[in-house]
Protein backbone atom coordinates (compact mmCIF):
# COMPACT_ATOMS: atom_id res chain seq x y z
CA UNK A 1 0.00 0.00 0.00
CA UNK A 2 0.97 3.40 -0.99
CA UNK A 3 2.12 6.03 1.74
CA UNK A 4 0.05 8.65 2.21
CA UNK A 5 1.65 12.36 1.68
CA UNK A 6 -1.06 13.91 3.76
CA UNK A 7 -3.12 15.91 1.19
CA UNK A 8 -6.21 14.14 0.60
CA UNK A 9 -7.44 13.57 -2.95
CA UNK A 10 -10.67 15.38 -1.94
CA UNK A 11 -9.00 18.31 -1.64
CA UNK A 12 -7.81 18.39 -5.22
CA UNK A 13 -11.03 19.26 -6.55
CA UNK A 14 -11.34 22.69 -6.02
CA UNK A 15 -9.51 26.02 -7.77
CA UNK A 16 -5.97 26.00 -7.07
CA UNK A 17 -3.60 28.76 -6.88
CA UNK A 18 -1.04 27.02 -9.22
CA UNK A 19 0.92 27.82 -12.43
CA UNK A 20 -0.56 25.22 -15.29
CA UNK A 21 3.37 24.84 -16.15
CA UNK A 22 3.37 22.91 -13.30
CA UNK A 23 0.33 20.64 -13.89
CA UNK A 24 1.36 17.08 -12.92
CA UNK A 25 2.66 18.56 -9.90
CA UNK A 26 -0.18 19.37 -8.49
CA UNK A 27 -2.00 15.84 -9.52
CA UNK A 28 1.07 14.01 -7.98
CA UNK A 29 0.65 15.94 -4.81
CA UNK A 30 -2.70 14.82 -3.73
CA UNK A 31 -2.93 10.85 -5.93
CA UNK A 32 -1.39 9.28 -2.66
CA UNK A 33 -0.39 6.50 -5.21
CA UNK A 34 -3.47 6.46 -6.97
CA UNK A 35 -2.83 7.97 -10.47
CA UNK A 36 -6.18 9.86 -11.31
CA UNK A 37 -7.30 10.47 -14.90
CA UNK A 38 -9.24 13.25 -16.77
CA UNK A 39 -12.39 13.07 -18.91
CA UNK A 40 -12.33 16.49 -19.90
CA UNK A 41 -10.48 19.04 -20.41
CA UNK A 42 -12.21 22.82 -20.86
CA UNK A 43 -10.36 25.85 -20.44
CA UNK A 44 -9.81 29.26 -22.06
CA UNK A 45 -6.10 29.71 -22.63
CA UNK A 46 -4.22 33.37 -22.51
CA UNK A 47 -4.78 34.89 -25.50
CA UNK A 48 -1.21 34.79 -26.24
CA UNK A 49 0.17 38.95 -25.71
CA UNK A 50 -3.23 40.23 -25.70
CA UNK A 51 -3.64 40.00 -22.29
CA UNK A 52 -2.22 41.25 -18.71
CA UNK A 53 -3.59 39.01 -16.16
CA UNK A 54 -1.37 41.17 -13.45
CA UNK A 55 0.44 38.06 -12.53
CA UNK A 56 4.25 37.82 -12.89
CA UNK A 57 4.75 33.95 -13.96
CA UNK A 58 1.56 34.40 -16.41
CA UNK A 59 1.61 32.51 -20.19
CA UNK A 60 1.20 34.81 -23.22
CA UNK A 61 1.63 38.85 -22.43
CA UNK A 62 5.34 39.64 -22.46
CA UNK A 63 6.29 36.79 -24.33
CA UNK A 64 6.89 35.97 -28.30
CA UNK A 65 3.85 34.13 -29.82
CA UNK A 66 6.84 30.99 -30.50
CA UNK A 67 7.37 31.49 -26.56
CA UNK A 68 3.73 31.46 -25.74
CA UNK A 69 2.97 28.67 -28.19
CA UNK A 70 5.96 26.70 -26.90
CA UNK A 71 4.32 26.78 -22.97
CA UNK A 72 1.14 25.55 -24.30
CA UNK A 73 2.25 22.59 -25.80
CA UNK A 74 4.42 22.07 -22.77
CA UNK A 75 0.93 22.58 -20.82
CA UNK A 76 -1.04 20.30 -23.40
CA UNK A 77 1.65 17.48 -23.12
CA UNK A 78 0.56 17.28 -19.60
CA UNK A 79 -2.86 17.42 -19.81
CA UNK A 80 -2.13 14.25 -22.07
CA UNK A 81 -0.43 12.16 -19.71
CA UNK A 82 -3.25 12.53 -17.31
CA UNK A 83 -5.85 12.48 -19.69
CA UNK A 84 -8.01 9.21 -20.16
CA UNK A 85 -8.04 6.97 -23.23
CA UNK A 86 -11.32 8.45 -24.39
CA UNK A 87 -10.89 11.73 -22.92
CA UNK A 88 -11.13 15.34 -24.65
CA UNK A 89 -9.59 18.92 -24.68
CA UNK A 90 -12.27 21.46 -24.98
CA UNK A 91 -10.09 24.65 -26.50
CA UNK A 92 -11.96 28.05 -26.14
CA UNK A 93 -10.35 30.57 -28.22
CA UNK A 94 -10.32 33.48 -30.63
CA UNK A 95 -7.92 35.33 -33.07
CA UNK A 96 -6.11 38.58 -32.75
CA UNK A 97 -4.16 41.20 -34.25
CA UNK A 98 -0.47 40.74 -34.07
CA UNK A 99 1.73 43.49 -32.09
CA UNK A 100 4.04 45.55 -34.18
CA UNK A 101 4.38 47.70 -37.00
CA UNK A 102 1.97 47.56 -39.84
CA UNK A 103 0.77 45.76 -41.29
CA UNK A 104 -0.29 43.22 -38.86
CA UNK A 105 -1.29 39.84 -39.44
CA UNK A 106 -4.64 37.97 -38.13
CA UNK A 107 -2.98 35.68 -35.89
CA UNK A 108 -4.82 32.11 -36.06
CA UNK A 109 -4.24 31.27 -32.52
CA UNK A 110 -7.20 28.66 -31.90
CA UNK A 111 -5.26 26.62 -34.77
CA UNK A 112 -2.50 27.32 -33.95
CA UNK A 113 -3.21 26.02 -29.96
CA UNK A 114 -4.79 23.03 -32.11
CA UNK A 115 -1.44 22.13 -33.82
CA UNK A 116 0.64 22.77 -30.45
CA UNK A 117 -2.46 19.86 -28.47
CA UNK A 118 -1.59 18.06 -32.10
CA UNK A 119 2.15 18.35 -31.47
CA UNK A 120 1.21 16.65 -27.65
CA UNK A 121 -0.87 13.96 -29.05
CA UNK A 122 -4.19 15.25 -29.26
CA UNK A 123 -5.94 14.94 -32.71
CA UNK A 124 -8.59 17.44 -33.49
CA UNK A 125 -12.06 16.50 -34.14
CA UNK A 126 -14.78 19.07 -34.22
CA UNK A 127 -15.23 22.72 -34.43
CA UNK A 128 -17.64 24.55 -33.10
CA UNK A 129 -18.58 28.10 -33.73
CA UNK A 130 -19.55 30.06 -30.16
CA UNK A 131 -21.53 33.36 -31.40
CA UNK A 132 -21.34 35.44 -28.46
CA UNK A 133 -22.42 38.93 -29.35
CA UNK A 134 -19.75 40.67 -26.96
CA UNK A 135 -15.91 39.81 -27.42
CA UNK A 136 -12.33 41.62 -27.39
CA UNK A 137 -10.91 42.75 -29.82
CA UNK A 138 -13.92 44.86 -30.77
CA UNK A 139 -13.24 46.18 -34.21
CA UNK A 140 -9.94 47.83 -35.72
CA UNK A 141 -9.82 49.53 -39.27
CA UNK A 142 -9.38 46.26 -41.16
CA UNK A 143 -11.74 44.23 -39.24
CA UNK A 144 -15.16 43.82 -38.70
CA UNK A 145 -16.44 43.83 -35.36
CA UNK A 146 -16.09 39.95 -34.08
CA UNK A 147 -18.55 38.62 -32.41
CA UNK A 148 -17.62 34.69 -31.97
CA UNK A 149 -14.94 32.41 -30.95
CA UNK A 150 -13.65 28.89 -31.70
CA UNK A 151 -14.53 25.75 -29.47
CA UNK A 152 -12.63 23.34 -30.80
CA UNK A 153 -12.72 19.57 -29.72
CA UNK A 154 -9.69 17.20 -29.89
CA UNK A 155 -9.35 13.94 -28.66
CA UNK A 156 -6.88 11.56 -27.26
CA UNK A 157 -8.06 8.34 -28.56
CA UNK A 158 -10.20 7.08 -31.79
CA UNK A 159 -13.32 6.80 -29.33
CA UNK A 160 -13.51 9.76 -27.59
CA UNK A 161 -17.00 9.92 -25.08
CA UNK A 162 -19.24 11.52 -26.77
CA UNK A 163 -22.92 11.51 -25.51
CA UNK A 164 -24.86 13.12 -28.10
CA UNK A 165 -28.29 12.39 -27.37
CA UNK A 166 -27.82 15.31 -24.30
CA UNK A 167 -27.80 17.84 -26.23
CA UNK A 168 -30.63 16.76 -28.96
CA UNK A 169 -33.51 18.99 -29.62
CA UNK A 170 -37.21 18.38 -30.10
CA UNK A 171 -38.10 21.79 -31.71
CA UNK A 172 -39.73 22.64 -35.29
CA UNK A 173 -41.61 19.75 -36.24
CA UNK A 174 -41.49 20.68 -39.87
CA UNK A 175 -41.94 19.11 -43.05
CA UNK A 176 -39.07 17.10 -43.97
CA UNK A 177 -39.11 15.76 -40.43
CA UNK A 178 -42.70 14.81 -40.56
CA UNK A 179 -42.01 13.32 -44.47
CA UNK A 180 -38.64 11.60 -43.68
CA UNK A 181 -39.30 10.52 -40.51
CA UNK A 182 -35.91 7.66 -41.53
CA UNK A 183 -33.77 10.73 -41.60
CA UNK A 184 -34.01 11.77 -38.04
CA UNK A 185 -33.15 10.32 -34.74
CA UNK A 186 -36.27 9.61 -32.47
CA UNK A 187 -33.91 11.13 -29.74
CA UNK A 188 -33.70 14.84 -31.61
CA UNK A 189 -32.09 16.37 -34.24
CA UNK A 190 -28.84 16.54 -33.46
CA UNK A 191 -27.70 19.96 -32.42
CA UNK A 192 -25.71 22.40 -35.23
CA UNK A 193 -21.50 23.45 -35.18
CA UNK A 194 -22.94 27.53 -34.57
CA UNK A 195 -24.04 27.81 -30.64
CA UNK A 196 -25.65 31.19 -29.86
CA UNK A 197 -24.33 31.87 -26.25
CA UNK A 198 -24.38 35.21 -25.18
CA UNK A 199 -21.67 35.98 -23.29
CA UNK A 200 -22.49 37.69 -19.40
CA UNK A 201 -22.69 41.22 -18.65
CA UNK A 202 -20.36 42.21 -16.00
CA UNK A 203 -22.59 42.42 -12.74
CA UNK A 204 -25.09 40.55 -13.85
CA UNK A 205 -24.24 37.84 -11.77
CA UNK A 206 -26.96 38.07 -9.09
CA UNK A 207 -24.81 39.55 -6.74
CA UNK A 208 -22.28 40.61 -9.28
CA UNK A 209 -19.59 39.69 -7.35
CA UNK A 210 -18.07 37.69 -10.85
CA UNK A 211 -14.94 39.81 -12.06
CA UNK A 212 -12.79 38.42 -14.96
CA UNK A 213 -12.16 39.96 -18.22
CA UNK A 214 -13.43 36.60 -20.18
CA UNK A 215 -15.73 34.71 -18.33
CA UNK A 216 -17.31 31.81 -19.55
CA UNK A 217 -21.22 32.12 -20.04
CA UNK A 218 -22.36 28.82 -17.83
CA UNK A 219 -24.16 27.35 -20.45
CA UNK A 220 -21.61 26.73 -22.62
CA UNK A 221 -20.00 25.17 -19.72
CA UNK A 222 -23.16 23.15 -19.23
CA UNK A 223 -23.16 21.73 -22.68
CA UNK A 224 -19.47 20.87 -23.25
CA UNK A 225 -19.50 18.77 -19.90
CA UNK A 226 -22.87 17.01 -21.04
CA UNK A 227 -21.06 15.70 -23.98
CA UNK A 228 -18.14 14.59 -22.91
CA UNK A 229 -18.06 13.25 -19.48
CA UNK A 230 -20.58 11.31 -17.19
CA UNK A 231 -21.23 11.65 -13.94
CA UNK A 232 -18.15 11.10 -11.03
CA UNK A 233 -15.84 12.13 -14.10
CA UNK A 234 -12.78 14.46 -13.52
CA UNK A 235 -13.15 17.58 -15.18
CA UNK A 236 -10.36 20.35 -15.68
CA UNK A 237 -9.84 23.26 -16.33
CA UNK A 238 -5.77 24.85 -15.87
CA UNK A 239 -6.49 28.18 -17.15
CA UNK A 240 -9.72 28.85 -14.54
CA UNK A 241 -10.09 32.34 -14.26
CA UNK A 242 -12.86 32.74 -11.56
CA UNK A 243 -13.90 28.97 -12.13
CA UNK A 244 -17.18 29.31 -14.06
CA UNK A 245 -15.97 25.69 -15.46
CA UNK A 246 -15.40 23.97 -12.08
CA UNK A 247 -18.49 24.93 -10.47
CA UNK A 248 -20.38 24.13 -13.36
CA UNK A 249 -18.92 20.89 -13.40
CA UNK A 250 -18.97 20.16 -9.57
CA UNK A 251 -22.88 21.25 -9.78
CA UNK A 252 -23.16 18.40 -12.36
CA UNK A 253 -21.78 15.91 -10.55
CA UNK A 254 -18.36 15.81 -11.83
CA UNK A 255 -15.05 15.98 -9.75
CA UNK A 256 -13.42 19.37 -10.85
CA UNK A 257 -10.41 20.86 -10.30
CA UNK A 258 -8.54 24.27 -11.56
CA UNK A 259 -5.37 26.18 -11.67
CA UNK A 260 -5.08 29.52 -11.75
CA UNK A 261 -2.44 32.44 -11.25
CA UNK A 262 -4.33 35.78 -10.34
CA UNK A 263 -4.57 35.15 -6.29
CA UNK A 264 -8.07 37.25 -5.81
CA UNK A 265 -9.74 34.28 -7.97
CA UNK A 266 -8.45 31.33 -6.13
CA UNK A 267 -9.34 33.22 -2.98
CA UNK A 268 -12.76 34.28 -4.13
CA UNK A 269 -14.13 30.83 -5.92
CA UNK A 270 -15.04 28.97 -2.90
CA UNK A 271 -16.75 31.17 -0.95
CA UNK A 272 -18.23 33.96 -3.47
CA UNK A 273 -17.80 32.67 -7.37
CA UNK A 274 -18.78 28.78 -6.73
CA UNK A 275 -22.46 29.60 -4.81
CA UNK A 276 -23.24 32.38 -7.06
CA UNK A 277 -23.05 29.81 -10.75
CA UNK A 278 -24.16 27.31 -9.00
CA UNK A 279 -27.52 29.01 -7.92
CA UNK A 280 -27.47 29.49 -11.86
CA UNK A 281 -27.01 26.01 -13.17
CA UNK A 282 -30.13 23.80 -12.53
CA UNK A 283 -29.26 20.49 -11.03
CA UNK A 284 -31.87 19.24 -13.41
CA UNK A 285 -29.17 19.65 -16.32
CA UNK A 286 -27.13 16.02 -15.35
CA UNK A 287 -28.51 13.82 -17.97
CA UNK A 288 -30.37 16.21 -20.74
CA UNK A 289 -33.90 14.60 -21.42
CA UNK A 290 -35.58 12.80 -24.47
CA UNK A 291 -39.38 14.06 -25.55
CA UNK A 292 -40.58 10.63 -25.28
CA UNK A 293 -43.93 11.52 -27.10
CA UNK A 294 -41.89 13.17 -29.96
CA UNK A 295 -39.06 9.85 -30.03
CA UNK A 296 -42.39 7.53 -30.48
CA UNK A 297 -44.07 10.02 -32.74
CA UNK A 298 -40.89 9.66 -35.00
CA UNK A 299 -40.98 5.52 -34.15
CA UNK A 300 -44.74 5.52 -35.35
CA UNK A 301 -43.78 7.74 -38.43
CA UNK A 302 -41.22 5.40 -39.31
CA UNK A 303 -42.94 2.02 -39.34
CA UNK A 304 -46.10 3.55 -41.54
CA UNK A 305 -43.71 4.49 -44.14
CA UNK A 306 -41.44 1.59 -43.76
CA UNK A 307 -44.79 -0.44 -44.94
CA UNK A 308 -45.74 2.14 -47.96
CA UNK A 309 -42.05 2.06 -48.93
CA UNK A 310 -42.11 -1.70 -48.89
CA UNK A 311 -45.29 -1.85 -51.19
CA UNK A 312 -43.91 0.62 -53.78
CA UNK A 313 -40.88 -0.85 -54.01
CA UNK A 314 -42.00 -4.64 -54.55
CA UNK A 315 -44.84 -2.81 -57.03
CA UNK A 316 -41.88 -2.13 -59.72
CA UNK A 317 -40.88 -5.93 -59.68
CA UNK A 318 -42.13 -7.85 -62.53
CA UNK A 319 -44.29 -11.01 -62.22
CA UNK A 320 -45.50 -9.72 -58.46
CA UNK A 321 -48.43 -9.76 -57.43
CA UNK A 322 -50.39 -6.45 -55.80
CA UNK A 323 -51.39 -7.09 -52.42
CA UNK A 324 -54.91 -5.76 -51.40
CA UNK A 325 -53.97 -4.17 -48.17
CA UNK A 326 -51.55 -4.45 -45.30
CA UNK A 327 -51.93 -4.84 -41.86
CA UNK A 328 -49.09 -3.27 -39.89
CA UNK A 329 -48.97 -3.97 -36.07
CA UNK A 330 -46.28 -1.83 -32.96
CA UNK A 331 -45.04 -5.45 -32.25
CA UNK A 332 -42.88 -5.92 -29.32
CA UNK A 333 -40.04 -2.75 -28.10
CA UNK A 334 -37.46 -5.17 -26.76
CA UNK A 335 -34.15 -5.71 -28.50
CA UNK A 336 -31.67 -3.21 -30.21
CA UNK A 337 -34.32 -2.13 -33.14
CA UNK A 338 -36.21 0.65 -32.73
CA UNK A 339 -38.95 -1.01 -33.06
CA UNK A 340 -39.63 -4.66 -34.24
CA UNK A 341 -43.56 -4.28 -36.15
CA UNK A 342 -45.50 -7.06 -37.60
CA UNK A 343 -46.11 -6.06 -41.42
CA UNK A 344 -48.69 -8.64 -43.07
CA UNK A 345 -50.08 -8.45 -46.92
CA UNK A 346 -53.11 -9.73 -48.11
CA UNK A 347 -52.41 -11.42 -51.51
CA UNK A 348 -55.17 -13.01 -52.93
CA UNK A 349 -52.92 -15.24 -54.73
CA UNK A 350 -52.27 -18.69 -54.67
CA UNK A 351 -49.13 -20.07 -52.56
CA UNK A 352 -46.42 -19.04 -54.91
CA UNK A 353 -47.57 -15.97 -55.39
CA UNK A 354 -47.65 -15.40 -51.90
CA UNK A 355 -44.00 -16.85 -51.13
CA UNK A 356 -42.92 -14.63 -54.34
CA UNK A 357 -44.03 -11.38 -52.62
CA UNK A 358 -42.66 -12.31 -49.46
CA UNK A 359 -39.11 -12.68 -50.40
CA UNK A 360 -39.33 -10.06 -52.77
CA UNK A 361 -40.47 -7.90 -49.85
CA UNK A 362 -37.71 -9.51 -47.27
CA UNK A 363 -34.68 -8.38 -50.19
CA UNK A 364 -36.49 -4.47 -50.49
CA UNK A 365 -36.25 -4.30 -46.52
CA UNK A 366 -32.76 -5.67 -46.82
CA UNK A 367 -31.43 -2.39 -49.38
CA UNK A 368 -31.96 1.07 -49.00
CA UNK A 369 -33.99 3.18 -48.28
CA UNK A 370 -35.87 0.01 -46.14
CA UNK A 371 -33.07 -1.10 -44.72
CA UNK A 372 -32.12 2.89 -43.01
CA UNK A 373 -35.17 3.01 -40.96
CA UNK A 374 -33.54 1.13 -38.18
CA UNK A 375 -36.85 -1.17 -38.09
CA UNK A 376 -36.47 -5.57 -37.52
CA UNK A 377 -39.94 -5.91 -38.62
CA UNK A 378 -41.41 -9.15 -39.30
CA UNK A 379 -42.83 -9.86 -42.44
CA UNK A 380 -45.73 -11.81 -43.89
CA UNK A 381 -48.07 -12.47 -46.81
CA UNK A 382 -51.62 -14.25 -46.26
CA UNK A 383 -54.67 -15.20 -48.35
CA UNK A 384 -58.15 -15.52 -46.82
CA UNK A 385 -59.42 -11.69 -46.80
CA UNK A 386 -61.14 -10.04 -44.48
CA UNK A 387 -61.24 -12.75 -42.07
CA UNK A 388 -57.34 -13.08 -41.71
CA UNK A 389 -57.17 -9.38 -40.85
CA UNK A 390 -59.86 -9.21 -38.22
CA UNK A 391 -57.95 -12.36 -36.68
CA UNK A 392 -55.06 -10.70 -36.42
CA UNK A 393 -56.32 -7.01 -35.43
CA UNK A 394 -58.80 -8.74 -32.60
CA UNK A 395 -58.70 -6.56 -29.46
CA UNK A 396 -56.83 -3.73 -31.64
CA UNK A 397 -58.62 -0.30 -32.26
CA UNK A 398 -57.83 0.27 -36.05
CA UNK A 399 -56.89 2.83 -38.48
CA UNK A 400 -56.85 3.49 -41.85
CA UNK A 401 -54.23 5.45 -44.33
CA UNK A 402 -55.11 5.57 -47.68
CA UNK A 403 -53.31 6.92 -51.23
CA UNK A 404 -50.40 6.43 -49.63
CA UNK A 405 -50.37 8.81 -46.86
CA UNK A 406 -49.20 7.93 -43.81
CA UNK A 407 -48.91 10.84 -41.64
CA UNK A 408 -52.47 11.35 -41.25
CA UNK A 409 -54.65 8.49 -39.96
CA UNK A 410 -57.94 8.86 -42.20
CA UNK A 411 -60.44 7.67 -39.48
CA UNK A 412 -60.28 4.58 -36.99
CA UNK A 413 -62.26 1.34 -39.25
CA UNK A 414 -64.44 -1.18 -37.20
CA UNK A 415 -63.13 -4.44 -37.51
CA UNK A 416 -66.28 -5.64 -39.65
CA UNK A 417 -65.74 -2.96 -42.37
CA UNK A 418 -62.32 -3.73 -43.56
CA UNK A 419 -63.16 -5.74 -46.34
CA UNK A 420 -65.38 -2.67 -47.20
CA UNK A 421 -62.69 -0.48 -47.68
CA UNK A 422 -60.37 -2.87 -49.28
CA UNK A 423 -62.70 -2.72 -52.21
CA UNK A 424 -63.74 1.13 -51.91
CA UNK A 425 -59.67 1.62 -52.17
CA UNK A 426 -59.27 -0.82 -55.08
CA UNK A 427 -58.40 1.71 -58.08
CA UNK A 428 -56.01 3.82 -55.82
CA UNK A 429 -52.32 3.56 -57.00
CA UNK A 430 -51.26 2.23 -53.70
CA UNK A 431 -53.07 -0.28 -51.38
CA UNK A 432 -54.72 0.94 -47.94
CA UNK A 433 -52.96 0.17 -45.10
CA UNK A 434 -54.58 -0.75 -41.93
CA UNK A 435 -52.61 -0.67 -38.37
CA UNK A 436 -52.96 -0.05 -34.56
CA UNK A 437 -51.05 2.80 -34.50
CA UNK A 438 -52.59 6.58 -35.04
CA UNK A 439 -50.59 9.90 -36.07
CA UNK A 440 -51.93 12.59 -37.13
CA UNK A 441 -49.66 15.66 -38.21
CA UNK A 442 -49.59 17.35 -40.84
CA UNK A 443 -46.60 17.53 -43.13
CA UNK A 444 -47.12 21.19 -44.88
CA UNK A 445 -44.95 23.71 -42.75
CA UNK A 446 -47.12 26.30 -40.79
CA UNK A 447 -47.21 29.33 -43.25
CA UNK A 448 -44.97 32.41 -42.74
CA UNK A 449 -46.15 35.98 -41.66
CA UNK A 450 -46.71 36.74 -45.22
CA UNK A 451 -48.03 33.54 -46.57
CA UNK A 452 -50.65 34.08 -43.75
CA UNK A 453 -51.72 37.76 -45.36
CA UNK A 454 -51.59 36.43 -48.27
CA UNK A 455 -54.33 34.08 -47.77
CA UNK A 456 -56.47 36.13 -45.70
Same mark, same amino acid.
Given at each position: M???????? +?????????????L??L???? &????????? *??????????????? *???????????E???????????????????? =?????? *????????????? #??????D #??????????????????????????????????????V?? @? /??????????D?????????? $? $??R??????????????? $??I??????? $? =????????????? &?L?????????D????????? *???????????????????????????????P????????????????G?V?????????????????????????????????????? @?????????? /?????????????????????? /???????? !??????????? &??? %?????????????????????????? %???????????E +?????????? !??????I?????????????????L?
Amino acid at each position: MARKTGKTT +EELWTLHRHDARELLGLFSAH &ENGRRLQVM *ATITSPPYGSLKDYG *AKEQIGFGQTYEDYLRDMEDVFGQIYARTADN =GSLWLI *ADTYVADGPAPRP #LLPVPFD #LARAAESAGFTLRDVIIWQKDRTLPWSNGTRLRNAFEYVLL @L /AKGAEPKYRLDRLREHSDLKE $W $WVRFPERYSPKGKAPPNV $WNIPIPIQGS $W =GNGELDHSCPLPP &ELVRRLVLLSTDPGDIVLDPF *AGSGVVLAVADRLGRKALGCEIVDRHAEEYEPIIKPEIQALTGASSTNGRVDSERAQLIINLRILKFARVLMQKVAKREGVLRPAGALV @LRGPKDGPAL /ARPRIVFLIEGDKEARTAYRRS /ALEVAAER !PASKFGLEAGI &EVI %AGGQKALVALARGRKIYLYLKGRTTQ %AERSVPHGRINE +EIRQAGDDSD !PPIFSDIKVDVDPRPEPTAVESLSLN
